[in-house]
């Protein structure tokens, strides 16, 4: 490929470039124009790759996959593709040139005039952008099969308003589709942070949803002129987004049927989300409806009028002079978000994150500033006895773990001793409440019971089921979990043993070493490990927060191995801001696939045998909860056959002959026992 700079005036095949419209993280856009016979001239956005990166393998394939998705999609919405052409073996796209802004240009003007954009407009951009992407969403190929295509990229930046009031979608660059052949790789992280869904963070799977959940934040940031998840960092960004912050919906003064529309946009779950981008656009037609909005033009025309974004008189171009801005963003521009969003009138570049895979090498040493501070403690036992001198990472290890709390007596260097909870370095972990092992055996649990080989899955599914907020704990003398559920969702989790601290585990995953481990949490000022680790550049904000997941996920997922013991269960104990990440998948698929990982065929068939001759019977509250469990499509298939005159052994016997392994049966039916879907005389199901 080449990498000449193309200059205005230039041609490139047929096509004269008159001027740059924006540069975005893989290729540069021009207004171009083609003549013909008889003063024929067409205007058109030509554009083609990153002089620096058209030799690069991969993002010439991302070229191509954006061509030959966006050349299948015809539609009012989406700017379409005109031709797709190689010059002097340099790649580019001839796309339609739409005459007017970017959303982004849009906000950022808005907030600057202290105008809010009026919520017909709001409403009937997010509209159009709804039916561009149901349009997308559906499309077939010629013998009508599914393209699968998901955007992945919706943001202010790739909806553009023409002069006219008419609105497309663009930039179909990393579109996932069965068009596209460049997969992407698992780790990487795509789109633009501040839009991204949380299950595009995680690394998850992500669907057509997650194109809706963007769409939500889009228009959120429309209505409310803010940022729905800012943040100065990475880290801060894709922490809310993670955590599923929606104060700004629920707290920002929106009205009660607008706020209730974008909540069912932005649930966290797919599941609760609008399913489909046309059940989404009927949802803003009926508010509209009733508030009696026209979803046209009408709006948002006078609107770009009214911030100067358009002369005005019409069918001229405002100079930037004159309108007080830069020429404002068109296909291909670079990603900009107005800093007005987050409460100030500075615009600061939005990173497209096109291509971000995780790195395993060491980042570069910690600044000069941010040097670890040497200092050994000790520690004096309750019978007195001295031990140390310990490096503040171990003392944190001891914290976090329950062997030292907030009232241990410690020391640093020659001081005196004194309460962990008032030295500074290890107050904030010491005084949380959530390490506070040694206190509950001083409360009564709302209820307790041994723990044996069913007691934990049942206690936790009626958790998630019920969705309870309360503290979990289960304790095997010194060995204690703590697990803290908001809403049936787990939050946090505090674990006496060592091996699930978040740094063995990034040890153990050979993604840091125990040096840079060692200096994150000797850093002063004092910072959490993850945040540490990503300000040395050891850890990359988006891997910090799958970790973040996976080790949440990861305590839950182990407790299916407890066979002894005691849990208890203290209802309605919550924490604040008690969670930085939650789970990738839905709780009552997580407890599923604890079953499948801690309960071996040879200890289901021990279960079960007892109550082979036992009728299985589906109980009708819990008959709901069967599509919120994560079955595989042989344990649906088992469980089919429980029809409440089938026996434990008919019921697997029947799934045999169908196709389905004999293990997979026998798991089956134990899932649907522990999460109380299924009852057999003889197997109890329920927490007491």
Request: hydrophobic residues 40%; aromatic residues 4%; glycine residues 8%.
């Amino acid at each position: 490929m080449g990498a000449s700079t193309a200059e205005v005036g230039s041609a490139i095949g047929a096509y004269v470039l008159e001027r740059k419209l924006g540069t975005g993280g893989m290729a540069e856009v021009y207004l171009a124009r083609r003549t013909g016979p008889h003063g024929f001239t067409k205007r058109v956005a030509l554009k083609r790759i990153l002089p620096e990166l058209s030799g690069e393998a991969e993002f010439v394939q991302m070229f191509c996959d954006e061509a030959r998705v966006a050349a299948t999609l015809s539609h009012p919405n989406i700017a379409h593709v005109i031709e797709f052409g190689e010059h002097e073996g340099e790649l580019f796209i001839v796309m339609e040139y739409v005459d007017g802004v970017s959303c982004s240009a849009v906000l950022r003007a808005s907030v600057q005039r202290g105008m809010a954009i009026p919520l017909g407009a709001a409403l009937y951009i997010a509209r159009e952008v709804l039916l561009a992407l149901a349009f997308a969403h559906e499309a077939t190929d010629e013998a009508e099969r599914p393209l699968g295509i998901v955007h992945r990229d919706v943001s202010p930046s790739n909806v553009l308003v023409s002069r006219i009031g008419n609105v497309k979608l663009i930039d179909f660059g990393i579109t996932r589709s069965l068009l596209a052949e460049r997969k992407t790789n698992p780790g990487e992280l795509k789109g633009k942070l501040r839009y991204m869904s949380p299950e595009q963070i995680l690394g998850a799977e992500v669907d057509t949803r997650s194109d809706l959940f963007a769409a939500g934040i889009v228009l959120t940031e429309m209505i409310a002129g803010r940022a729905l998840f800012g943040g100065r960092t990475d880290l801060e960004i894709l922490t809310r987004i993670s955590r599923g912050e929606l104060g700004l919906v629920r707290d920002g003064g929106m009205p009660e049927d607008v706020a209730e529309v974008l909540e069912k946009a932005l649930a966290y779950r797919p599941g609760a989300r609008f399913q489909t981008a046309r059940e989404f656009a009927r949802a803003l037609e009926d508010l509209a409806s009733a508030r009696s909005i026209r979803l046209d033009d009408t709006t948002i025309v006078p609107h770009l009028h009214a911030v100067g974004l358009l002369p005005s008189s019409s069918g001229t171009r405002p100079s930037a002079k004159a309108a007080g801005h830069g020429p404002p963003p068109l296909p291909g521009a670079g990603a900009t978000v107005p800093e007005a969003l987050e409460r100030a009138p500075v615009e600061h570049v939005e990173p497209s994150v096109k291509s971000v895979r995780p790195s395993r090498r060491p980042g570069p040493p910690p600044p000069p500033s941010a040097r670890p501070v040497s200092g050994a403690y000790r520690v004096r036992t309750r019978s007195g006895q001295i031990v140390g001198p310990l490096p503040r990472s171990e003392m944190l290890a001891l914290i976090a773990t329950g062997r030292l709390n907030a009232r241990s007596s410690v020391s640093t260097k020659a001081e005196s001793f004194t309460q962990a909870g008032t030295v500074p370095a290890l107050s904030k972990l010491a005084n949380h409440p959530a390490y506070r092992f040694r206190d509950d055996d001083a409360t009564s649990p709302a209820w307790l019971e041994r723990v044996d080989e069913t007691s934990v899955p049942v206690a936790l599914y009626r958790i998630a089921a019920e969705r309870l907020t309360g503290l979990f704990l289960a304790v095997d003398g010194k060995r204690r979990k703590r697990v803290f559920f908001e809403n049936g969702d787990p939050v946090l989790v505090a674990s006496t043993d060592r091996d699930e601290l978040l740094g063995r585990r990034l040890v153990a995953s050979r993604l840091v070493s125990d040096k840079a481990i060692e200096l994150a949490l000797t850093r002063q000022p004092p910072l959490r490990l993850g945040e540490a680790l990503v300000s040395f550049g050891v850890l990359g904000a988006a891997q910090l927060v799958r970790e973040l997941s996976r080790q949440l996920e990861d305590r839950i997922v182990c407790l299916g191995n407890w066979r002894r013991g005691e849990i208890r269960f203290y209802p309605d104990l919550k924490l604040e801001r008690a969670h930085q990440v939650r789970t990738r998948e839905p709780t009552l698929e997580l407890l599923t696939r604890m079953v499948r990982e801690e309960y071996a065929p040879g200890d289901i068939a021990a279960l079960l045998r007892p109550i082979t001759t036992e009728r299985l019977c589906r109980r009708a509250p819990a008959d709901k909860l069967f599509s919120d469990l994560g079955l595989l499509p042989t344990e649906s298939a088992t469980l089919a056959f429980a029809d409440g005159k089938a026996t434990v052994r008919d019921v697997v016997a029947n799934a045999t002959l169908d196709g389905v392994t004999m293990s997979d049966a026998l798991r089956a039916v134990l899932i649907g026992l522990l999460s109380g879907c299924l009852e057999a005389a003889g197997f109890r199901s329920e927490s007491r």
